[in-house]
């Protein structure tokens, strides 16, 4: 029985998702001023920790930062609904920029979206 991470094709699949979604915030106005420049490639690296684990790959996430706590690594940025559209906008370029089962694109933009609505904390 194959892991779900191992079904998206495991590490490769994740890092390019990541490379995909971090040159989309390169060039993004709302998203950019979000990532220090001295942090960026750390912030990918966590991300894509992340995802693996979330996933069924390594806990290379878990032993490096501990539980994720998403809602409170993210409390510090200013995340209103125009900065939730642009990650979403962002993310969907990534994943459409990757060959993958209808199936789980559809599993993987189904959480996207539930996380990204999830860590919005700042009104209109």
């Known amino acids: 029985m194959s892991t779900l991470y191992e079904e998206f094709g ?3 699949f994740f890092a390019d998702l ?3 979604f971090y040159a989309q915030v390169a ?6 001023p979000m990532y220090p420049e001295s ?4 912030a990918a690296t966590r991300l894509q920790w992340f995802l693996e684990q979330y996933w069924g790959g390594p ?3 878990q032993e490096n930062r501990g539980h994720p706590r998403l809602r409170m690594r993210h409390a510090e940025f200013h995340i209103n609904i125009q900065a939730h559209d642009a990650w979403l906008d962002a993310m969907r370029t990534a994943v459409d920029s990757l060959e993958m ?6 599993q993987l933009w189904s959480y996207l979206e539930m996380a990204a609505a999830a860590m919005v ?4």
């Open 18 to 20: 990541v490379s995909a």
């Open 39 to 42: 942090d960026l490639k750390a």
């Open 27 to 32: 060039v993004d106005p709302i998203l950019r």
């Open 101 to 106: 089962k209808s199936e789980l694109k559809d």
């Open 121 to 124: 904390n700042q009104p209109d």
């Open 10 to 12: 495991g590490e490769a």
């Open 59 to 61: 806990t290379t996430y």
